[in-house]
Structure formats: structure tokens, C-alpha cells
């Protein structure tokens, strides 16, 4: 099965960057590894729904984002280590969240979370004022 892990979550103030990682390893049950899929990172904040941050296709040459994230969060993938990235700057409060990445049902890129089959168990990211 496929298996994905978060990492670089923290307590910062506002004005900080962080940068996440999610390593991806084993297959689908189609046989299909980290390369073949979109990515895709969301984010929970307690009592509220999950919602969309960014995502990016199987070859890293198409992403988009939540207009709230635009020009301050990058996703990046490197397929070499089977990772995908999210690097954010100028994080303020409303970026307090646990930040999940996932795996797409397929190779283009999409905001909604049924299109995605596997989800990490997230990584805290707390932006104090």
C-alpha cells in the first residue's frame, strides 16, 4: 500500500517560512508508484472542514493553489526521492493548521479531496501573531 509521511511542521511567528515535506513509499494496488499521481496538500483547522491548499501534476509541470496561499506557498515534487514540497513564506495566523499531503486518484492536478485515494497523518503548523 501506499504510505505517506509529513514532516517539517512546527510552532513559528507570523512572517516565518517553513517548508514541508512528504515522503511517499510502496504502490497503489494497480501497481503505480509516487510518479504516476498528482499530489496534492490540504489543510484542517479544528472544527472546520479540510480544505485545499495546493497541488501539482505527476511531472511537476502544472500546479495551482488556494487564492488564500497564492504567491506565498511553492509545491514542488522531486520524483528521485519520491517527495513532494511545500515551502511557505510570510505564514501568518491563518495558516495555523494540520497540514496533510495526498496521493491523486490520477495524474492531473485537482482541488477537491475525493480526488485523492491517500492521505498522510499530517503535520502541525501553528503561526502564533
Known amino acids: 500500500q501506499v504510505q505517506l509521511v509529513e514532516s517539517g511542521g512546527g510552532l513559528v511567528q507570523a512572517g516565518a517560512s517553513l517548508r514541508l515535506s512528504c515522503v511517499a513509499s510502496?504502490?497503489?494496488?494497480?501497481?503505480?508508484?509516487?510518479?504516476?499521481?498528482?499530489m496534492g496538500w490540504f489543510r484542517q483547522a479544528p472544527g472546520k472542514v479540510r480544505e485545499f491548499v495546493a497541488t501539482?501534476?505527476?511531472?511537476?509541470?502544472?500546479?495551482a493553489y488556494a487564492d488564500s496561499v497564492e504567491g506565498r506557498f511553492t509545491i514542488s515534487r522531486d520524483n528521485a526521492k519520491s517527495t513532494v514540497y511545500l515551502q511557505m513564506y510570510s505564514q501568518t495566523p491563518e495558516d495555523t493548521a494540520l497540514y496533510y499531503c495526498?496521493?491523486?486518484?490520477?495524474?492531473?492536478?485537482?482541488?477537491?479531496?475525493?480526488?485523492?485515494?491517500?492521505w498522510g497523518q499530517g503535520t502541525q503548523v501553528t503561526v502564533s501573531s
Open positions: 501539482i501534476s505527476w511531472n511537476g509541470l502544472i500546479t
Open positions: 510502496g504502490r497503489t494496488f494497480s501497481g503505480r508508484t509516487f510518479s504516476d499521481y498528482a
Open positions: 495526498a496521493q491523486g486518484k490520477g495524474i492531473i492536478t485537482t482541488s477537491s479531496v475525493n480526488a485523492y485515494d491517500y
